[in-house]
């Protein structure tokens, strides 16, 4: 029986539970410091048992996952190294962050245990043990950060692990992966709140910002909705990274400034097509299922009975609908419908069809 235990039960940590809880040969410990977090644990059948007890946790245990916010990453390698742990425990973390937890653990770490960063490319801007799925890491590129003098036979041990994720495991230097991270999804953090709290400043004179922010807008803040104190313990921790990259940052937005002051459409148009290429060769969406969607905006007529004739017209073509949000319905605009799909062919289909009767934007 391999034992597996888990610090940190939230989004991350209890989407680990969920991939091995129940299969044979696997047992799983979910660690809180709140008896009422163990209760529910055990109530939403997420791990085989949960306890407050770090001691009795990693009794045992394999493999260690550390899922806290990564300002109490460090703190828990601390305490781990003061309790007898399995020869051969392999510990590991998924903070979104990986230089200074992968130097301090090798700098803490007692002999006869591993420590191997890691950090799972998906994720959502949701929190909480409610929000895990045992599909969120499918297809999704899992980060792990060895340092130096790490057997390969211990990385490719918790590799093997891993597999039951059914992530595409990669090996990157902890200082690159910081900076990669920091510029793909640190800095799409900051902008997309910056944008948010600007908009926010402007509607508080005219509420008609809030009612006409549409797809766009919607689109690019949806992470300004992520969890304030995982955000700041991993901002505050990639700071000289960021720091560097807001100042890159604002030389782009400078470009803006110029191409917008000297009315040059070429120039403007240039950026776009320059990001849209870049854009566009982008790996396939390879998220998890939380956010693996291929969405169709639809617009309709604010009348009863108009999901109904939408969801029929699908389902006599047979085509899979995955969700279906109502973005805006109120008397005085159109509603708009976001239709969710698995993959794109079924999201072709389904614009060709309902375009014949509505307005369908992709
Ligand atoms: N949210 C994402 O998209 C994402 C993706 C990849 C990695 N991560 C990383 O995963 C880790 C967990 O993030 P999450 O999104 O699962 O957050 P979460 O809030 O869903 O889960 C965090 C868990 O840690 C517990 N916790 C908080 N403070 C604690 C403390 N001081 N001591 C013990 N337990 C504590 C919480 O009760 C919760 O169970 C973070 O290090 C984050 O950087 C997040
Ligand atoms: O999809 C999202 O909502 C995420 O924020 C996931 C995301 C990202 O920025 O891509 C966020 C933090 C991580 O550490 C890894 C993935």
Request: net charge negative.
């Amino acid at each position: 029986m391999t034992k597996i235990a888990i610090f940190g039960v939230g989004l991350i940590g209890g989407s680990l539970a969920l991939c091995y809880k129940g299969k044979p040969d696997f047992t799983v410990v979910g660690h809180s410091p709140n008896p009422n977090s163990v209760e529910k644990l055990l109530k939403r059948n997420v791990v085989d048992h949960a306890t407050t007890d770090m001691a009795a946790a990693v009794d045992g245990a394999d493999y260690i996952f550390l899922c806290v916010p990564v300002g109490n990453l460090e703190e828990y390698v601390q305490k781990l190294m003061k309790l007898p742990l399995k020869q051969g425990c392999i510990i590991t973390d998924v903070g979104s962050t990986k230089a200074s937890i992968t130097e301090s653990a090798a700098a803490h770490l007692k002999e006869g245990y591993y420590f191997i960063g890691g950090h799972p490319m998906a994720g959502s801007e949701r929190h909480g043990v409610e929000a895990a799925s045992s599909h969120l890491y499918e297809n999704a590129f899992y980060v792990l950060t060895p340092a130096e003098g790490t057997p390969q036979a211990e990385v490719d041990r918790l590799t093997n692990l891993l597999s039951h994720t059914k992530a595409q495991i990669v090996q990157v230097d902890a200082r690159e992966h910081d900076d990669i991270v920091g510029a793909i999804s640190h800095l799409p953090h900051i902008i997309a709140v910056a944008l948010v709290n600007q908009v926010r400043s402007y509607n508080e004179s005219n509420p008609l910002y809030q009612n006409l922010a549409a797809g766009g807008f919607r689109d690019i803040t949806r992470i300004a909705s992520s969890e304030p104190t995982i955000w700041r313990d991993i901002l505050v921790n990639n700071r000289e990274v960021l720091l560097k990259l807001l100042k890159d940052w604002n030389d782009e937005i400078s470009r803006f400034v110029q191409l917008i002051e000297q009315s040059d459409g070429e120039g403007i148009a240039e950026q776009f097509r320059i990001a849209g290429e870049f854009r566009s060769k982008l790996p396939e969406r390879r998220k998890g299922v939380l956010t693996s969607l291929f969405d169709i905006y639809v617009d309709v007529p604010d009348h009863p009975g108009i999901i109904g004739s939408i969801t029929s017209l699908l389902g006599n073509a047979r085509i899979n609908l995955s969700n279906i949000q109502i973005i805006e319905s109120r008397e005085d605009v159109p509603g708009i419908l976001r239709l969710s799909f698995r993959n794109q062919e079924e999201a072709d289909r389904a614009s060709e069809l309902l375009g014949k009767e509505y307005a369908v934007h992709v």
